[in-house]
Structure formats: structure tokens, C-alpha cells
């Protein structure tokens, strides 16, 4: 089965400073792929960012940066210089190989609170 | 860009009342999903859909729920007799390859009463 985990719960910050979210995942299968989305107060999933398991390069966008490290089963996400805007819920989650039924398995989320 | 869209964004219902929440996939997906989340909870997998068929579904996706697909591009979720414990936000998604990332629908708030 799979299993992700977001050990935390809440991060509040004041703006400017970096935060990271952790994130840590169990799964049998060999070929996976791990997601960031985002969810604004306004309710809707945004879309992030999606590695599969052979690609271990850390990849960064804009303020946004992933470190993925299998060895840990880790995939956490830095936000730099956080902005009021970057205030949401943020979920990692994981899927496997399979062609059909492909589902998204979900870690509890962390809600970030950027204070101006 | 093509999006996923869901109608209505809110619905209440009286508890034991049928529910149809409706889905608009882009055009070129081939597989579709429900996820539910209740409020303050993580996002959990309800169904998945592919070739007209169910392939996987989750044990909350038990006989009161049903998924279909009429016309070709409406995807819909029916809840046949809605309790409170139904009431969360549901989400539809699909992609059109498994390579590719899921994309979802903002989303329909069910509050039942």
C-alpha cells in the first residue's frame, strides 16, 4: 500500500523568510511518481510540480525548489522569500505505474501562514 | 488552456436526497477520477475511470455512489441516498496518459443537511 506523510501540520512565517515542507512516502513499487499541489483558501488544487522516481535531480522554479532523495523516500519542497500570496494548504502525494487506475494517494497537507 | 470544469460549485441537500455532481473533462483526456475532501482533511480517492468502465475504487466508494459517463464528455458522480457524512468537497481530474500529471476541477461543495 501506499502512504505518504506530512509530519507538519502548520508552519506560520513572516514574510520573506524560506520555509520547507516535508514530505515522506512509502511505496513497493519501483517506478512512482510524487506530486506538489497547492491549495489556495479559495479551494481548487494547483498543480506544482511532478517527478517520477528514476529523476532525482533537484529541480527549481522561480521561488520554488524540490529535493527529492530516495534514499530517505523524501520529497520536500522549499518556498524562498515567502510572499503573502504563497499562504495555502500544500500537498504532496504519490502514484504508481499502473496504465489504469492511477490513482493520487495524498499526504494530511501543511498549511503555510506567510504574515506580512 | 483547456480546463476541467464542475457544476454546480456549491450544492446543498437534505440527508437521504440524491446528489449528481457533474464533470467536464478536456476534451483529450481518457481517464477520469472522482477525490473527495473533507473539510480540514486530506484529499481522498474515490474512483477511477477508464474505457467506460470503473478500474479501481476505493472502500468509500460503496454501493450508494455511481459513475458514468452519458455522452462522452459529462463525467458524473451520483450519491443515491446522501448522508452527513458525505458532505465534503469532490473533486474530478483525468489526464490522457498515464505519463502525464492529473488535472483538476475546482471542485463541488456538497453540504448535506
Known amino acids: 500500500a501506499q502512504k505518504v506523510t506530512q509530519a507538519q501540520t502548520e508552519i506560520s512565517v513572516v514574510e520573506k523568510e524560506d520555509v520547507t515542507l516535508d514530505c515522506v512516502y512509502e511505496t513497493r513499487d519501483t517506478t512512482y511518481y510524487l506530486f506538489w499541489y497547492k491549495q489556495p483558501p479559495s479551494g481548487e488544487l494547483v498543480f506544482l510540480i511532478r517527478r517520477n522516481s528514476f529523476d532525482e535531480q533537484n529541480e527549481i522554479s522561480g521561488r520554488y525548489s524540490w529535493n527529492f532523495q530516495k534514499s530517505t523516500s523524501s520529497f520536500n519542497f522549499t518556498i524562498t522569500a515567502s510572499q503573502v500570496v504563497d499562504s495555502a494548504v500544500y500537498f504532496c502525494a504519490l502514484s504508481g505505474p499502473k496504465a489504469a487506475g492511477n490513482k493520487l494517494t495524498f499526504g494530511g497537507g501543511t498549511r503555510v501562514l506567510v504574515k506580512p | 488552456e483547456p480546463e476541467v470544469t464542475q457544476t454546480p460549485s456549491h450544492q446543498v441537500t437534505q440527508m437521504g436526497q440524491e446528489v449528481i455532481l457533474r464533470c467536464v473533462p478536456i476534451?483529450?483526456?481518457?481517464?477520469f477520477y472522482w477525490y473527495r475532501q473533507i473539510l480540514g482533511q486530506k484529499v481522498e480517492f474515490l474512483v477511477s475511470f477508464y474505457n467506460n468502465e470503473i478500474s479501481e475504487k476505493s472502500e468509500i466508494f460503496d454501493d450508494q455512489f455511481s459513475v458514468e459517463r452519458p455522452d462522452g464528455s459529462n463525467f458524473t458522480l451520483k450519491i443515491r441516498s446522501t448522508k452527513l457524512e458525505d458532505s465534503a468537497m469532490y473533486f474530478c481530474a483525468g489526464y490522457r496518459d498515464p505519463q502525464e500529471t492529473q488535472y483538476f476541477g475546482p471542485g463541488t461543495r456538497l453540504l448535506v443537511l
Open positions: 476534451s483529450n483526456h481518457l481517464y
